[in-house]
Structures are given as structure tokens and as C-alpha cells.
């Protein structure tokens, strides 16, 4: 079994320029979710898709934040334009079911993104 | 809201006793878990517990769960080089996940 595949592992991007991460989750989990981590911190949460709906995007600053799923599969996050702040580690996981009993996540490696 | 603190550091003899603090506020909590992140990877689900036990065994792992005093910790027996890491702690409510900040284990020799 692959994991969950994420790409790229490292960006760096001068600010207001565009940036996409994209991500494969563990093949029959239909639960993805794209996570934030800064630096010295633990992930934060900014999207989750049951299958192709992302039932949880409350934390997904919308404004330069982006992500969809088509055909409940793969995922990409985007982001347009690019800040300093943005600079960050995005991790990826994937689960069965966010309601199946420990719903046990499996995180992808991350994409470390730079913005200078 | 959900807020989980751990201690930030630790430093152990190889060989020793691991004993990572976290704690939590949401009594609602119906998971607890503790994941490893080494150096340049994504995070590795060491184990969890379910809310209505007090202690779960695996191998060299002890999880010791305190629902009263919101108090989790993980015991990481005969500590090896290669357990240096942060250890997060998480918490589940609802359907999301809420970490820590990590504790970073040093193993010295």
C-alpha cells in the first residue's frame, strides 16, 4: 500500500504568486483532509471532504484559500495569491469514514511551502 | 473549543523511562491519540484510546488516560535512538481532530 502521496514536498514562491498542492489518499478512504502546520506547532485543520463534499471548510481562510475533490478521489489545495504567512508545512491524511469508530487518519509526508 | 497543551521538550537516557504529559479541555472527547512526527515527515499514529478506558498497552507504548483531570500521558518503555521525535497528542470532537503543539523527545546515549 502507497500511503497517502502528496506533491510537492518543497515549494518556494515569492509572495502574491499562486501555489497548488495536490494529494492521493490511501485507495477506499473516503474521508480526506487537508491540514496546516506551523512551524513549532500541531496540524490545524482547514478542510474535510466526505467523498467529493467538503462538509467541514470553516477554518479555509476563502478569500486565497482554495481545494476540491472531483471524483471523490484526489485532492488539490491552492492557494492565489500567496502571503508570508502562508508559509507553512500542508499535510494531507485520509480515513475510512470520519464517523467509523476510531477513525484512525493516516497522514501524507507534506508539502513544505516557502513564501519569500 | 477544544485546546490541547503537552510540555514542549524532553530529554531521556537511552534505555529509560518516557513519560510525555498532555493535556485536554473537552470532556466530550470520544478519542484520544498519540502521533510521532520524525524530521521531514508527515505524522505516524503511534495509538489511541477510547474515552471509557483508563490504560491501554502495546509493546513498549502505555497510554494512561484520567477523563477527570483531562489528563493524558504516553510511557514509552526502554527509550531507543530511534523513538527521538515530537509526540503529538490529539483529541477527537465531532468529527475533527485537535493537536497539540508536540513534545520534541531527545534520546542521549
Known amino acids: 500500500e502507497a500511503g497517502v502521496v502528496q506533491s510537492p514536498r518543497y515549494k518556494i514562491i515569492e509572495k502574491k504568486q499562486p501555489v497548488a498542492f495536490w494529494c492521493n489518499p490511501i485507495s477506499g478512504h473516503n474521508t480526506l483532509y487537508w491540514y496546516r502546520q506551523n512551524l513549532g506547532q500541531g496540524p490545524e485543520l482547514l478542510i474535510r471532504?466526505?467523498?467529493?463534499?467538503?462538509?467541514?471548510d470553516s477554518q479555509l481562510p476563502k478569500d486565497r484559500f482554495s481545494a476540491e475533490r472531483l471524483k471523490g478521489v484526489d485532492s488539490t489545495l491552492k492557494i492565489q495569491p500567496a502571503e508570508l504567512g502562508d508559509s507553512a508545512v500542508y499535510l494531507c491524511?485520509?480515513?475510512?469514514?470520519?464517523?467509523?469508530?476510531?477513525?484512525?487518519?493516516?497522514f501524507g509526508a507534506g508539502s513544505r511551502l516557502t513564501v519569500l | 473549543g477544544e485546546d490541547v497543551e503537552q510540555s514542549l521538550f524532553l530529554s531521556v537516557r537511552e534505555g529509560d523511562s518516557s513519560v510525555i504529559n498532555c493535556t485536554y479541555t473537552?470532556?466530550?472527547?470520544?478519542?484520544l491519540y498519540w502521533y510521532k512526527q520524525e524530521p521531514g515527515a508527515g505524522l505516524q499514529l503511534l495509538t489511541y484510546?477510547?474515552?471509557?478506558?483508563d490504560m491501554k498497552q502495546d509493546q513498549r507504548l502505555t497510554v494512561l488516560l484520567n477523563k477527570k483531570d483531562k489528563h493524558l500521558s504516553l510511557r514509552i518503555a526502554d527509550t531507543q535512538t530511534g523513538d527521538s521525535a515530537i509526540y503529538f497528542c490529539?483529541?477527537?470532537?465531532?468529527?475533527?481532530?485537535?493537536f497539540g503543539a508536540g513534545t520534541t523527545v531527545t534520546v542521549r546515549a
Open positions: 471532504y466526505e467523498n467529493e463534499e467538503a462538509v467541514d
Open positions: 491524511a485520509s480515513s475510512l469514514r470520519a464517523n467509523s469508530g476510531a477513525n484512525v487518519l493516516t
Open positions: 484510546i477510547f474515552s471509557n478506558m
Open positions: 490529539a483529541e477527537r470532537y465531532d468529527y475533527k481532530l485537535s
Open positions: 473537552d470532556s466530550s472527547s470520544t478519542y
